[in-house]
Nanobody
């Protein structure tokens, strides 16, 4: 009913920047919170950043001051700007979106994941 398409991952040197995008489409009436999570090899998935429909943001301590999250409600898209990347930021990044459906109901949707690799 709802699809998420992520883009923007890749290989970057430490200190560099990347911008991730996640676009939602489908039976969307409105979108509540949007967020990014990541999972490094051998580790559990962890929260990176979230943004509410009102624009309030929350960040993991490890990325505060380096990452920013934003959203374009007209495009149903959430962005993650990652600056001053570190090798420990290497992970698969997943977007997560809370969707109020046009057909009534609520759905939490995960993206397919995009790999970010930071070389030292």
């Amino acid at each position: 009913q709802v699809q998420l398409v992520e883009s923007g991952g890749g290989l970057v040197q430490a200190g560099g920047s990347l911008r991730l995008s996640c676009a939602a489409s489908g039976r969307i009436f409105s979108i509540n919170a949007m967020g990014w999570y990541r999972q490094a090899p051998g580790k559990q998935r962890e929260l990176v950043a979230t943004i509410t429909s009102g624009g309030s943001t929350n960040f993991a301590d490890s990325v505060k001051g380096r990452f920013t999250i934003s959203r374009d409600n007209a495009k149903n898209t959430v962005y993650l700007q990652m600056n001053r990347l570190k090798p420990e930021d290497t992970a698969v990044y997943y977007c997560n979106v809370g969707v109020v459906l046009t057909t009534d109901g609520y759905l939490e949707v995960w993206g397919q994941g995009t790999l970010v690799t930071v070389s030292s």
